[in-house]
């Protein structure tokens, strides 16, 4: 996700971060941001795989994992060839978000989708413009008038790509987030459940 700029993420990044749980003791709030598991996935395979974004390790720990190359990974082959595996030995991007929280009080659990407005009620409108304003993400690219069936959560991430690059679009979320894929990604992610919104 990218926001307001790559200096003010960088800002945030080394002055506003903790690194350690004592880095947090008195802080007014302790923010921790989430996502809904199935939106995450999709995202991470998107993302990742399709748009190529910031990818290298994962790409290169799929083919490790699954002696596949990424180039024709479909979301389908994402879930459940490479995510097949013991997660606590995979790319740091797909382990569960449970997993990245310290053993302390959180004053504030915000989703993603609601970052800009959340962060406005506890540092102000301007600050939030400034840090927390809209993400610029290919999910904005997602079509809601598409044709089914002519691409699938089984499409190659090459003719995603593809397509992305050649109409700006790609399949709506629900040709990826199919009954199977959600039972998937619920079987993956079930300590990441009560963060599901869809």
């Excluded at 003791?25 to 990742?48: C, M, Y």
């Excluded at 990974?73 to 997660?87: N, Q």
Aim: charged letters at 25%; hydrophobic letters at 35%.
């Amino acid at each position: 996700m990218q926001m307001a700029g790559n200096k003010q993420i960088g800002y945030l990044s080394r002055f506003c971060s903790a690194r350690y749980p004592q880095d947090v003791k008195g802080a007014d709030h302790v923010v921790f941001i989430h996502r809904d598991p199935f939106e995450r996935a999709l995202s991470t395979f998107i993302n990742k795989f399709v748009q190529g974004t910031g990818n290298e390790d994962i790409t290169v720990d799929y083919r490790r994992v699954t002696g596949l190359e990424a180039e024709t990974a479909s979301f389908d082959d994402f879930l459940h060839k490479y995510l097949s595996h013991e997660i606590e030995g995979l790319d740091v991007h797909v382990m569960p978000q449970r997993r990245h929280l310290w053993p302390i009080l959180y004053t504030d659990a915000i989703a993603i989708s609601q970052l800009h407005e959340s962060m406005a009620r506890i540092i102000g409108e301007d600050l939030a413009g400034t840090y927390f304003g809209k993400p610029k993400n290919v999910s904005e690219g997602y079509s809601e008038e598409w044709a089914p069936g002519v691409y699938s959560d089984r499409t190659p991430s090459n003719e995603l790509r593809s397509l992305l690059a050649n109409t700006g679009r790609i399949p709506p979320k629900s040709a990826f987030l199919t009954d199977r894929q959600r039972k998937r990604i619920a079987e993956i992610y079930r300590e990441d459940l009560i963060f599901a919104i869809t």
